[in-house]
């Protein structure tokens, strides 16, 4: 059976980053931080969601004890969004979000969905295979000045930094769950199956990670690790403990944002490490 190793860590004072842990399956969803006052935060959804997700993930067996794993997981995802809009009258476009990364596995096959931000990366014999959902980031991209801009000319962390975030983060969520924007967990269920999905022979995989991205930009954004490969040998080498605290260490060198604008000067972390072979 693999073994499964979580890291976690707020980026203030209470994570809105969710891990689930099953004998046949990970799941991490990083629930959207609001900026505004609300009664349902991201973190209260992914917890939602990922609890909806639990029995749909669960493997059944059957009289001989073998494992069935085989129900699509963009229906078991679209379910779940289901059942918790339903449950709490959550309406699109009105709701709390939050990014799933799911990785599932049997006895021949290992199996990844990403929706939103939150990769997975599979390490196989012949290099690493990330799984990752760029939209909501290529969105971004297309915008000028704003926020990270007044961070690069040393604006600094503030109430002018909230104030153009807000900004930001409604502009981008004009395009929440909509053709040629991008694909979130919220009220949505058809936005399950926008997620970015791939599969591996389990005979192929060694290792997986999934990463919120609290922990990613340590590859993606902060450049401390190579590559993914990188940090999966750091984590295996040193526990996944090590990789949060390595790139907490790098914002705490960056205090004002100036070298890497982000919307926050430390967000959620949560790193789980799936090892397939000893």
Known sequence: MPSVEVAEQAGTEHSEDVVLTLPNAVALLDGATSLRPTA?????????????????????????????????LADLLAEA?????????????H?????????????STVEALVLADSPIVVLTDSGEHPVTDNRLTELRSEGRGGYRER???????????????????????RWRNVEGGFWVAEAEPRAAHRAVRASWSRARVRAAVLASDGVSCGVDDYGIYRNWSALYEHANDNGTHA????????EESDPDGRRWPRPKRHDD???ALVRFRP
């Open 151 to 173: 961070l690069r000319s040393g604006g600094g962390f503030g109430q002018e930094h909230d104030e153009e975030l807000r900004a930001a983060v409604d502009a981008t969520g």
């Open 95 to 107: 709701a709390p979000s939050s990014t799933v990364a799911v990785l599932r596995w049997d006895a």
């Open 243 to 250: 990789v949060l605290d390595r790139v907490r260490a790098a």
């Open 40 to 72: 349902c935060t991201g973190g209260w959804y992914a917890g939602e969601l990922a609890a909806a997700l639990r029995p749909r993930l669960t493997a059944r067996t059957d009289p001989g004890g073998r494992a069935h794993t085989r129900a699509d």
């Open 269 to 271: 972390q949560a790193l």
């Open 81 to 93: 969004i289901a059942e918790v809009a339903t449950t709490h009258g959550l309406q699109p476009g």
